[in-house]
């Protein structure tokens, strides 16, 4: 019988959230908040909100989460915000990660949108 491993690591939506915000936090990423949306999203379970000081700093943030999936083999699906670096979303299919510059958090206030969305601790 073969022993087939799997690709991805199955890891609970929430658990998942925080290791990504340990992540983040371990890199300087400030403000980190994450949302339970899975109530209210048929897209997603969790959304995270981290803000960065710079573009330099938001693409490493980002690259840092990606480097850390790999080595812990966490399903990533998709980013999208890189080249410009001002709100880079990383899709991890149940958490969705928003790298933001700070102006551009408070314009588009994800969490004002998720208001209704229970808060996790980090």
Not at 4 to 19: N, Y
Not at 43 to 62: E, I, N
Not at 80 to 104: A, C, K, M, Q, S
Request: charged residues 30%; proline residues 2%.
């Amino acid at each position: 019988m073969l022993n087939k491993s799997k690709k991805f690591q199955d890891i609970p939506s929430e658990e998942k959230a925080r290791l990504v915000a340990g992540w983040l936090d371990e890199k300087q990423g400030e403000h980190i908040v994450i949302m339970d949306v899975s109530s209210i999203s048929s897209v997603t379970d969790m959304t995270m909100v981290v803000s960065a000081r710079g573009v330099k700093h938001a693409q490493a943030l980002a690259d840092y989460v990606l480097e850390k999936c790999a080595e812990d083999k966490i399903e990533f699906l998709a980013m999208e915000g890189r080249p410009t670096g001002e709100w880079i979303l990383v899709d991890l299919n149940d958490v969705l990660v928003h790298i933001f510059l700070d102006e551009l958090r408070e314009f588009y206030n994800l969490e004002g949108m998720w208001a209704e969305a229970p808060r996790v601790e980090a």
